[in-house]
């Protein structure tokens, strides 16, 4: 009896080990391919004629490719008021782990802006799931 309740736990931890490896997968390499992107710089410049330019670079710290990396800014009025927002992608579609990319945007604004802000970086990881890489 002692070695019929010691062979079925072995086949009972084998199956539990192979049925988790199914389910389960290796959840720490999973988390190593996400991506971080971060911004490095911008600066931004508003000619006389309404347009508006913001050129800046952007830096993957994570070990994943990030995929479509969007970068939002909004400006604020002399009294702090968001007065607008907007968005561009990445310059590379693909940003490897360690790479940088530029990004450079023109538009067209009637508006007066005093300040511009970067206030969120997202991208898509290797699955196409939205990571929000940088949030202010």
């Known amino acids: 009896m002692k070695k019929y309740l010691l ?5 009972c931890f084998a199956i539990s080990q192979i049925s988790c490896s199914l389910f389960f997968p290796d959840i720490e390499s999973e988390i190593a391919k996400i991506p971080e992107v971060k911004l490095v710089e911008y600066n931004w410049n508003t000619p006389t004629t309404g347009f508006y330019q913001i050129q800046g670079m952007v830096k993957n ?25 907007d968005y561009c992608y990445a310059d590379m579609t693909e940003i490897s782990a360690g790479a940088t990319s530029g990004f450079d945007f023109t538009g067209y604004s009637k508006e007066t802006y005093n300040t511009c802000q970067i206030y969120q970086i997202s991208c898509l990881d290797s699955k196409g799931n939205i990571v929000n890489t940088y949030k202010e």
């Open 61 to 85: 710290y994570g070990n994943g490719i990030a995929s479509y990396t969007k970068i939002y800014w909004r400006f604020r009025d002399t009294t702090g008021n968001i007065a607008g927002s």
């Open 7 to 11: 062979i079925m736990g072995l086949v």
